[in-house]
């Protein structure tokens, strides 16, 4: 009995040179990378965004609620809006958090993590500069030309004064230790620490419940005013996610938010992406949340010329530089778009799903061209659930 090679797991590469690309062009993976580089067209979405970002910018805070089903672009928006805003702002401060979890001390903590070690660290040697009017102020320190816990004590009286929150200013001053940075670290980040640990620390209390969350929250946004940071853009994405939480657990996480929005009259946006179905019911149930976001922007379908766009983007990222291929949408043909668009509802993510599915059944059956007739062939498990 001749036994068949079905698997080969060493054979990697796919010719996809004979499409004109230097790759497959769509992701194998439904969730958008965060440096995006791609966006569907929707100008309208984007340009309501822009003007809930500038008002914050220039006038009072403004918070809105991105509004989709699963699959049309809430995360891609949100981080498409964290790339533009990096790129274009620099005195604005931008966090990408992708759930807010199941209270404000753990939307605190996802705060802190995305915020990251290394800029956090960055902005206590400009807090220090700052307080002492010092420049290269590490780099100083370093070479021995400053003393450390001198200037630690000049930050720290300024500090104090500044935010009130003697625990929190111990800990971010300490940033700067080698010794007990990344405990420092720890602290401010919500985790859990053992009294030995906060002793070592010099701090009393930890962060451990939402309203230290939230003074600790405030605490660095003060921190970062006075070092020109003209808006602090919260990002959040899968709101709906609060849905599955014990409705008084609901209910605090909500009033939290509520009330770190009213904390803060300037200088800070929050923009959260959510289901339709759940915001209907916060809409419905808590007034006292939805009246403080400002605007409402639904994300939709995308029309077929806008999934056609969106391809076609996506096909010439990666087009070799000296192929000039048929179209712009090959090895797509018109009615193998058309047959996308409706299979996948206008969805952005089954789109690209079905797309990178097509290009590499395509390439390893040597498929010169992939048209609707095709796609019915290559991909019969999801056309014949849409037919049923």
């Known amino acids: 009995m001749v036994e068949e090679k079905i698997l080969d797991f060493k054979k990697i590469s796919k010719n996809y040179k004979v499409?004109?690309?230097?790759?497959?062009?769509?992701?194998?993976?439904?969730?958008?990378e965060d440096a995006v580089s791609l966006y569907a067209d929707r100008k309208r979405e984007l340009k309501m965004l822009e003007e809930v970002i500038k008002s914050s910018l220039h006038n009072v805070s403004c918070h809105a609620a991105l509004i989709g089903s699963y699959g049309n672009g809430k995360t891609h928006t949100l981080k498409y809006l964290k790339k533009q805003i990096?790129?274009?702002?620099?005195?604005?401060?931008?966090?990408?958090?992708?759930?807010?979890?199941?209270?404000?001390?753990?939307?605190?903590?996802?705060?802190?993590?995305?915020?990251?070690?290394?800029?956090?660290?960055?902005?206590?040697?400009?807090?220090?500069?700052?307080?002492?009017?010092e420049k290269n102020l590490r780099k100083k320190v370093n070479e021995g030309e400053v003393l450390l816990p001198e200037i630690l004590e000049i930050g720290k009286r300024r500090l104090l004064n500044e935010i009130r929150y003697t625990d929190f200013a111990t800990a971010f001053l300490k940033l700067t230790m080698e010794e007990c940075k990344f405990l420092a670290w720890k602290y401010l980040c919500g985790e859990p620490i053992i009294s030995d640990y906060r002793r070592e620390l010099d701090v009393v209390s930890a962060i451990d419940n939402d309203e230290k969350a939230l003074r600790a929250f405030m605490s660095l946004k003060h921190i970062l005013a006075l070092l020109g940071n003209k808006l602090l853009c919260l990002l959040i994405d899968e709101f709906e996610s609060i849905e599955y939480l014990h409705p008084i657990l609901k209910q605090k996480i909500l009033n939290g938010i509520r009330h770190l929005i009213d904390l803060n009259p300037q200088g800070f946006c929050l923009i959260i992406g959510c289901a339709p179905e759940v915001w209907v019911d916060i809409v419905k149930e808590y007034h006292a949340f939805s009246d403080r976001i400002f605007r409402q922007i639904t994300l939709k379908a995308l029309s077929e010329k806008d999934m056609r766009d969106f391809i076609a983007a996506y096909l010439k990222k990666q087009r070799l530089n000296d192929i000039d291929p048929p179209s712009e949408i090959f090895p797509f043909t018109e009615d193998a778009i058309k047959e996308i668009h409706r299979v996948a509802e206008g969805n952005i993510r089954r789109m690209l799903m079905i797309c990178n599915q097509a290009i590499d059944i395509g390439v390893e059956n040597n498929t010169s061209a992939i048209n609707a007739n095709e796609l019915r062939d290559m991909l019969p498990d999801i056309f014949e659930t849409v037919e049923a």
Do not use: C
């Open 86 to 133: 990096e790129n274009q702002l620099e005195d604005v401060v931008v966090v990408y958090i992708s759930n807010p979890g199941d209270r404000i001390l753990s939307l605190y903590s996802n705060f802190m993590y995305e915020f990251g070690f290394h800029r956090l660290e960055e902005l206590v040697w400009r807090f220090l500069e700052f307080a002492t009017g």
């Open 19 to 32: 499409y004109g690309l230097k790759q497959n062009p769509f992701p194998y993976v439904g969730v958008p």
